[in-house]
């Protein structure tokens, strides 16, 4: 009986080496450096330029703090053609405007405030233009889908895929709050696509105007967006977000029957 | 040890039906020596020494007998038959002397044997029932209130072997975890080994659990009540020809509403029936009929949800005695099981397993030298079907063959060393039409035939050595093949089972057991045990949980391997007022794949039970079971992010939550714990016997929580808790007559 209770000691001490493996969450910093390049015109002209710098949210310590303040930003082309000089918006992301060319490599940097630093590196899509149809061009559908209208745009650079969008053309406050899969765009890696493809899920309302929207779309944006085999992949050394750049135009259209 | 003796033989049968009984204990009173009868009811006890003794027949549900010998010269051949009547009134829960005989002469390491006086007086929850007791012995841990599978030494339920009446029964659980289909007075015994076992048994990895139907007695019957179920029973003889039928049904769809407030439209019935017929003094047919069958259905509570399944099993079996002391057993059987699952017209899972079998074995039963031949025969039809419209149709059928030849030797060279070896050779063929469709269409494209065959070879070896009298180790090592595997998470969190054969590129699954093990039996036949295992799993199949649907032939399991190790401890009390034992277990139980290693989602470090009846007197009877657990791993989320996106279509920037998931089963639930308790009286009548039972769940109300999920209406989100059973009172009737 000793002998027992001896071994059941023993036992109860090798219990308590218990080899759960714990988890310790970080915070991690979730960055969106999208350099959104439109122009209709093959130039470098640049809208505004919007990054976004976020901490993770931790549910378990409901930490709740996102747009992380007094993070240093910059952008730098490898052939000093450009210098992101970050400030920040009202809304707390860091904007510029920039020209960018898709010749370029491109990194980013984001100093943060806990002195960690993350980085990546990226080449931005050349300009993209629709080439048909025209805007403000008429468009009937009553001959589709045996004679579909195609819609063809120049060859981009630096670009994995082009999506599609066809859009009502109406006050958007209409449509602000509808889920996303309505508006769920059609993908291609041609330079040209079947109108009637991009329209064949959604419901035709005739005698109305439309956009018509094309965007060229970088490798870094189509893994961030999961849009890939892989599903969501970063380019950021943090291992969140991603730095890299979209282009796009787009035309309107008048759709009768 | 003496080389001088004489020799006692005889055989042992019903006094009123004249069938041999196996298992019996037949000892010289006051000294160490005996034995137990064979299964034709045979035995035999050389080399006694001279002198007089008492020679006592005993077996539990049996008036135990004292016959006087004398045993004058070596010469001397003593031919004692006994003839056992039926015991009218209830015999203890353990009978000594068989487990003194059970500890000399087996290698008990990892066996446990419950006989069905012993099951009856088990406390358990709500009803008495055979899986939530096994659950409290040392090795087997569970994964919720609301399931009744066992996880056995680091082992997934699909890897444990469960017989009845020798075929294999493929669901033996209902929704919700209170019962499993074994009705307690439908049971004669219960064999349950948790690892190593002999070579008798092929097929699953982890553990065996053999139950036997009861046997037919004399005219009688009960019929017992309470707030789940009603169950009755009638049995009886006539002359050569005997035969029981056990029923139960379920009527949760009316009590649950009057505590939840929930419509639940479910129920269940079990049937399990019994006949025997003793054709010659020495050759005995039975057949087994045994039907379960789990409704669900929630359309008229506009959940378009329904699950269902069904077991259906018939044998028949023959016992001839060739003569002492051999004897040979055959059987042949049937197994169906049906289930199947409906979510809406979306998703619908239907499994379908016809099992026909032949198994024979042939013993010779001695005292020092048992020898044990065998052979299985298993033609079987899978069907596992899933219709997933518009996105996938696919259907996985296959008719393997099994068939294996076994032997074993069990030798007690010395009184203080005993061994058993065995080897069994298995082929298993399997042929299986991958029916290809198209992933839009459901066109059928082609029909691609995939072939397996193997060779499978297993080696079981166990040795015992008595320290003293009442102490001995058990070592026990093996290897182990399966060739079926169960769609099934790990969590185990769907009503019913789904299972197909191994085919294609997937193996046949393999384990090594390594089990050492010290026993210590008190004089009052309790035991104490403790007993460290190794499990080594080569190759193992886990349901792949991202399966991709339109290539579910091809990757509908993860290939890995595995391991388990930990330390089994039990102490019982099996005489006396109080009855009941402790049991603790340590485990741990890991998954390997080429790019993942984790810790199984039944990996419960701590798992302790306390169980206790006292019987008071007059007919008093309370009792009490507490459990505690440590907490099982889950793969949980750690948090969450924006994740930001420029969306073209309102020209604007957006975002959407995006979740952090912690790494596969790194988090663990709190631990569990729960007390019940329960009482029952018995009043004796001329015509029968009136027991009231009344127990409590969960006394002290713990939450022990079965899962969380995130209420993300709230800003910031709240983890909360899905928790298992509440305070719960039960109260029963049971007329016996």
């Known amino acids: ?41 093959h130039s470098y002209q640049y809208p505004e330029q919007v990054i976004t710098v976020d901490q993770s949210y931790d549910i378990k310590d409901t930490v709740n703090q996102y747009g ?94 082009y999506a599609l969008y066809c859009i009502p053309d109406v006050d958007d406050s209409l449509y602000k709050n509808y889920p996303n899969f309505l508006f769920f765009p059609s993908f291609t890696n041609d330079t040209s696509y079947a109108f009637f493809l991009q329209r064949m899920l ?27 085999p892989s599903g969501s992949v970063s380019n950021l050394s943090a291992g969140y977000g991603m730095f890299g750049g979209i282009a796009e135009d787009s035309v309107r259209v008048y759709i009768v029957e | 040890m003496t080389l001088w003796g004489a020799t006692i033989t005889g055989s042992v049968v019903d006094k009123e039906t004249g069938e041999a009984i196996a298992g019996c204990s037949v000892y010289l009173e006051g000294t160490e020596f005996g034995t137990s009868t064979a299964s034709n009811g045979y035995y035999r006890l050389d080399r006694m020494p001279r002198g007089n003794y008492n020679l006592v027949f005993s077996m539990i549900s049996y008036k135990e007998i004292k016959r006087r010998v004398a045993l004058e010269n070596e010469a001397s051949v003593l031919y004692e038959n006994a003839r056992l009547e039926r015991a009218p009134i209830q015999m203890p829960a353990v009978e000594v002397s068989s487990r003194r005989i059970e500890f000399e002469q087996e290698v008990t390491a990892s066996s446990f044997r419950i006989d069905k006086e012993a099951l009856k007086h088990i406390p358990v929850m709500v009803e008495r029932d055979l899986f939530r007791t096994l659950m409290t012995l040392p090795g087997v841990t569970f994964v919720s209130d609301f399931t009744s599978a066992l996880y056995v030494r680091g082992g997934s339920p699909d890897q444990n072997l469960v017989l ?31 690892g ?7 097929n699953r990895l982890s553990a065996v659990l053999d139950v036997e139907s009861v046997d037919p007695e004399p005219l009688g019957g009960y019929l017992s009540t309470s707030l789940l179920a ?35 439209p479910y129920y269940f019935y079990d049937i399990h029936g019994k006949g025997s017929w003793r054709v010659t003094p020495k050759t005995r047919i039975e057949g087994t009929f045994f039907n379960t069958k789990d409704k669900l259905d929630l359309a008229d509570q506009n959940i378009p949800i329904g699950a269902g399944w069904e077991n259906r099993l018939i044998t028949l079996r023959l016992i001839q005695e060739l003569g002492d002391p051999w004897v040979f057993k055959s059987w042949i059987g049937w197994s169906g099981y049906m289930a199947h699952m409906q979510f809406s017209d979306i998703l619908s899972d239907t499994n379908r397993i016809d099992d026909l079998s032949l198994r024979s074995m042939l013993v010779r039963a001695g005292e020092t030298s048992t020898f044990e031949a065998g052979s299985e025969v298993s033609y079987t039809r899978f069907i596992y079907k899933t219709d997933a419209e518009p996105f996938a149709t696919y259907n996985i059928e296959g008719r393997p063959l099994y068939s294996s030849l076994y032997l074993s030797w069990r030798y007690k060279p010395l009184p203080v060393f005993l061994f058993q070896a065995g080897g069994r050779l298995s082929f298993y063929y399997g042929s299986y039409p991958d029916t290809l469709r198209d992933s839009l269409t459901g066109d059928v494209l082609g029909v691609d035939t995939l072939i397996r065959r193997d060779l499978q070879p297993e080696l079981r070896l166990s040795a015992k050595y008595f320290l003293t009298a009442d102490d001995a180790f058990n070592l026990s090592v093996g290897n182990f093949y399966q060739n079926l595997a169960m769609i099934m998470p790990q969590g185990g969190r769907i009503p019913t089972n789904f299972w197909i054969p191994v085919f294609g590129k997937y193996e046949p699954q393999q384990a090594i057991h390594i089990i050492a093990g010290y026993e210590h039996l008190f004089a009052d036949g309790s035991r104490a045990r403790i007993e460290p295992y190794y499990k080594h799993y080569p190759y193992l199949l886990v349901f792949n949980e991202e399966l991709d649907i339109a290539d579910a032939t091809g990757n509908i399991f993860s290939p890995g391997a595995g391991r388990a ?16 034992w402790v049991s603790y277990s340590l485990a741990f139980s890991r998954f390997i794949s080429d790019t993942l290693e984790f810790y199984t989602n039944f990996d419960r470090r701590h798992n302790l039970n306390v169980l206790g009846t006292y019987d008071l007197g007059k007919n008093w009877r309370v009792n009490a079971h507490f459990t505690f657990a440590s907490g099982m791993p889950y793969a949980g989320t750690l948090g969450r992010y924006r994740m930001w996106y420029w969306d073209p279509v309102r020209q604007e920037w957006r975002y959407q939550w995006m979740t952090i998931e912690a790494d596969r089963n790194s988090l663990r639930f709190p631990a569990y714990h729960r007390l019940d308790i329960g009482a029952s009286k018995a009043w004796e009548f001329r015509w029968g016997t009136l027991t009231v039972r009344a127990d409590i769940i969960n006394l002290y109300n713990h939450k022990n929580v079965m899962l969380y999920y995130y209420d993300l209406s709230n800003e910031p989100p709240v983890q909360r808790s899905v928790n298992m059973i509440p305070l719960f009172p039960s109260v029963g009737v049971e007329v016996r007559f």
């Not at chain 1, 027992?4 to 080496?17: I, Q, V």
């Not at chain 1, 490898?78 to 920040?88: A, I, K, T, V, Y």
């Not at chain 1, 940097?109 to 061009?137: C, F, H, K, R």
Request: proline share 5%.
């Open chain 2, 164 to 194: 009845l009446d020798n075929m294999v029964l493929y669901n033996p659980f209902h929704f919700g975890g209170f019962l499993s289909t074994f009705m307690i007075d439908a049971v004669e015994s219960v064999e349950f080994l948790t």
């Open chain 1, 1 to 41: 009986m000793k002998r027992l209770l001896l071994l059941g000691l023993t036992l109860l001490l090798f219990a308590r080496c218990e080899s759960s493996e714990d988890y310790i969450f970080e915070s991690q910093p979730n960055i969106l450096a999208l350099m959104r390049i439109k122009g209709i015109e």
């Open chain 2, 565 to 580: 190790w930990g330390a089994d401890f039990s102490i019982e009390k099996a005489s006396g007022n109080l009855t009941g």
């Open chain 2, 196 to 202: 190593g076992f002999p070579v008798r048994y092929g």
């Open chain 1, 202 to 228: 959604a419901p035709w309302i005739y005698d109305e105007y439309y956009v018509l929207r094309v965007i060229a779309v970088s490798p870094e944006y189509v893994d961030y967006m999961g849009w890939g």
């Open chain 1, 68 to 161: 992380v303040r007094g993070a240093q930003v910059t952008v730098w082309g490898e052939d000093g053609s450009f210098f992101f000089f970050s400030w920040r918006s009202p809304e707390e992301d860091y904007r510029t405007k920039a020209n960018f060319n898709d010749t370029t490599l491109y990194h980013l940097e984001v100093i943060l405030p806990w002195e960690d630093t993350v980085t990546g590196e990226a080449y931005m899509p050349s300009p993209i233009q629709i080439s048909a149809p025209a805007d403000s061009d008429t468009v009937s559908i009553s001959a589709e889908p045996y004679d579909p209208h195609v819609i063809t745009w120049n060859s981009c650079k630096n670009t994995e895929l």
């Open chain 2, 230 to 264: 009603t169950e009755g029973a009638v049995w009886g003889r006539l002359g050569k020809f005997g035969g029981i039928v056990t029923a139960r049904r379920t009527y949760f769809d009316k009590v649950i509403p009057i505590f939840l407030d929930f419509d639940f």
